[in-house]
C-alpha cells in the first residue's frame, strides 16, 4: 500500500503559517526585559523559547542555533498546527529542547512541563521536542501514542507507544537513545501509574531522513521536520511504521529543498515577536525608566 499526500494533505505548516515581516521597518529588536528579545510558548507549555540579545547573531547564515531558538522553530510549527486543525488540541505538545536532558533538571526548573489545568502531556496522541545529546547537534523526537503507557487509560490493551528520532546527520545519533526516552516517559507521567513492562519494552525507531549539507544548520532541521510531520501526522506515523508506505524519494517526501528558506523565516518570526513584546512593554507605563 502506498500514499500520496500532496494532493490531499496540507503542505509544511510552519511555511503556510509564516507571518509577513513587521511594518514598522524596525529590524533591530530592542532588549525589554533584560537581554530578553521575544518569547514564544507551545500552547499549554510551562517553559517558554526566550531568545536573549546575543541569541539573535546566531540567526546569521552559517551560524549554529542555540536551543531556544531552535525550541522557537518547533514551538510555531505546533501552535500553526493547532491553529489550522481545529478539534486537535489533544493531539499534540510540543516541549522544550530541553525536555531530552529532563532528569537533570534541578531547582530553577520546573518540575511539570505543562502549566496547571492544561490536558496532561501523555495524554497527547504525539509529544514531540527537539533533542541535543552531545551539546554539538539537535535533531528531533516524536513520541506517538504515549497514552497507551498509562495504566488508567490502557490497564490491558496493546501498547504502540514508540519514540521516532529524526536526524539530520545519521552519524550522529544520540547515545542511549531506548533508555534516555524510558526516562522521558516516566518523568513526563508525573507520577501516574504506567505499564512498566511495556514502558521497558517502548521502541525507538530512527527512519531515513534529509541529511543536511553542512555542519551548522541541524537547528534548523527539528522545526521543519516538525512541521513537515504535521502535514499529515496519521499518514507520516503509518509511513515511518512500515504500515503505509509514502511514494517518492527521502528529500521529496520530506520537502527537503524548503529547508533554504527556514533560516530567513525563523528569522523574521523572531523580529516579528519582539516587536509584539517591544510594544506590550512600552504599553505598560508603570513600568519605571531606566537609570542613567
Not at 511539570?112 to 533533542?131: D, M, S, W
Not at 509511513?239 to 517526501?253: F, R, W
Not at 520537502?255 to 515577536?273: C, E, G, M, T
Request: aromatic share 10%; proline share 9%; glycine share 6%.
Amino acid at each position: 500500500m502506498t500514499t500520496q499526500l500532496r494532493q490531499n494533505t496540507p503542505s509544511w505548516t510552519f511555511f503556510n503559517a509564516r507571518p509577513t515581516p513587521p511594518a514598522s521597518g524596525n529590524r533591530i529588536p530592542h532588549a525589554v526585559e533584560g537581554d530578553q528579545v521575544a518569547e514564544l510558548r507551545f500552547y499549554g507549555t510551562s517553559i517558554p523559547a526566550s531568545i536573549q540579545q546575543e541569541d539573535l547573531a546566531r540567526l546569521e547564515p552559517k551560524q549554529w542555533l542555540s536551543d531556544n531558538l531552535c525550541t522557537f522553530y518547533c514551538y510555531e510549527a505546533g501552535n500553526a498546527y493547532l491553529k489550522g486543525a481545529p478539534g486537535r488540541a489533544k493531539d499534540l505538545v510540543v516541549l522544550h529542547a530541553r525536555t531530552w536532558h529532563l532528569a537533570n533538571w534541578t531547582h530553577g526548573f520546573p518540575k511539570n512541563v505543562r502549566v496547571k489545568g492544561a490536558i496532561p502531556t501523555l495524554e497527547h496522541k504525539y509529544v514531540a521536542f527537539p533533542g541535543n545529546d552531545s551539546e554539538t547537534h539537535f535533531f528531533l523526537c516524536i513520541i506517538i501514542f504515549p497514552r497507551d503507557l498509562l495504566l488508567e487509560f490502557n490497564p490491558s490493551g496493546p501498547v504502540r507507544t514508540t519514540a521516532l528520532i529524526l536526524n539530520s546527520l545519521q552519524q550522529l545519533p544520540p547515545s542511549n537513545p531506548k533508555e534516555k526516552v524510558r526516562s522521558i516517559l516516566f518523568r513526563l507521567s508525573e507520577g501516574r501509574p504506567l505499564r512498566d513492562k511495556e514502558l521497558a519494552r517502548v521502541k525507538v525507531l530512527h527512519p531515513l531522513m534529509p541529511q543536511q549539507p553542512n555542519g551548522y544548520d541541524c537547528g534548523l532541521y527539528p522545526g521543519h521536520f516538525l512541521s513537515v510531520f504535521l502535514g499529515a501526522p496519521e499518514a507520516f506515523t503509518a509511513h515511518i511504521l512500515g504500515e503505509k508506505t509514502i511514494e517518492g524519494a527521502v528529500d521529496e517526501i520530506w520537502n527537503h529543498s524548503r529547508i533554504r528558506y527556514a533560516r530567513q523565516n525563523l528569522k523574521d518570526l523572531v523580529l516579528a515577536s519582539s516587536e509584539i513584546q517591544q510594544a506590550a512593554f512600552d504599553f505598560n507605563t508603570d513600568v519605571p525608566l531606566p537609570v542613567s
